[in-house]
């Protein structure tokens, strides 16, 4: 167990609905990363914030958005849902943002757009 | 931009023995990190192994260590007496070093069988 909660674990839903997805990082930890994992390929980057920041963009769609909270826990909206948005969202977190500290990953939240 | 590659889709390695898993990047930047991470068929995803670009000393834990050719961009993972619980698969990650940009770029991944 790394510390970091993710909910729901999975979630089915149907195109062109919205969802949100949570992330609870480890206590202590101000830095949250989310992950697409889609069927089989590796993980996308997709947007990393920090105690309330956004610090940096992956291959982010624009009809997904995220954000961090003050209690610091996360969530990633998915909206227009299409059938290539199904995969697994891993949320990680870190102590901090700049210096290397490791990243503990979430079990992920499984989508599956029908 | 940079680019992680592993050329490796899948490997297989008989119990006991070693094996190396691939992994070449490309960057202009000097200053970055490394790491091999394992997600198993539960798809946790967890850290195996992690190398500063700044150190010259190939990092090792426990079973396993890197072979990381700064010049060539390389960083091989080499898995010592391999152990059932190690099938699964690895990716390659590269992270930029510099101040402002901490995005994490992973390579496809490399499927690792071990066979009893």
């Known amino acids: 167990d790394s510390g970091v909660t993710q909910t729901p674990k999975h979630l089915i839903t149907a195109t062109g609905q919205r969802v949100t997805l949570r992330c609870s990082p480890r206590?202590?930890?101000?830095?949250v990363y989310w992950y697409q994992q889609s069927l089989d390929q590796g993980l996308q980057f997709l947007i990393h914030y920090y105690n309330g920041e956004e610090r940096a963009k992956g291959n982010i769609l624009e009809r997904f958005s995220a954000q961090q909270f003050p209690d610091l826990h996360s969530e990633l909206n998915l909206s227009s849902l299409e059938l290539g948005d199904s995969a697994l969202y891993f949320c990680?977190?870190?102590?901090?943002?700049?210096?290397?500290?490791?990243?503990?990953f979430g079990p992920g939240t499984r989508l599956t757009v029908t | 931009a940079q680019t992680v590659t592993q050329s490796q889709p899948e490997m297989s390695v008989q119990e006991a023995e070693t094996v190396t898993l691939s992994c070449t990047y490309d960057t202009s930047e000097s200053d970055y990190y490394l790491f091999w991470y394992k997600q198993p068929p539960s798809r946790q995803m967890i850290l195996v192994i992690r190398?500063?670009?700044?150190?010259?000393q190939n990092a090792t834990e426990n079973r396993f260590s890197v072979n990381f050719q700064k010049a060539a961009k390389s960083f091989s993972l080499k898995i010592s007496d391999s152990q059932l619980g190690d099938a699964a698969m690895y990716f390659c990650?590269?992270?930029?070093?510099?101040?402002?940009?901490?995005?994490?770029?992973f390579g496809t991944g490399t499927r690792l069988k071990v066979l009893a």
């Open positions: 190398q500063e670009a700044y150190k010259q």
């Open positions: 990650a590269y992270r930029s070093g510099s101040s402002g940009t901490y995005k994490y770029i």
């Open positions: 990680a977190s870190s102590v901090a943002a700049g210096e290397i500290y490791e990243q503990y």
């Open positions: 206590s202590g930890d101000l830095s």
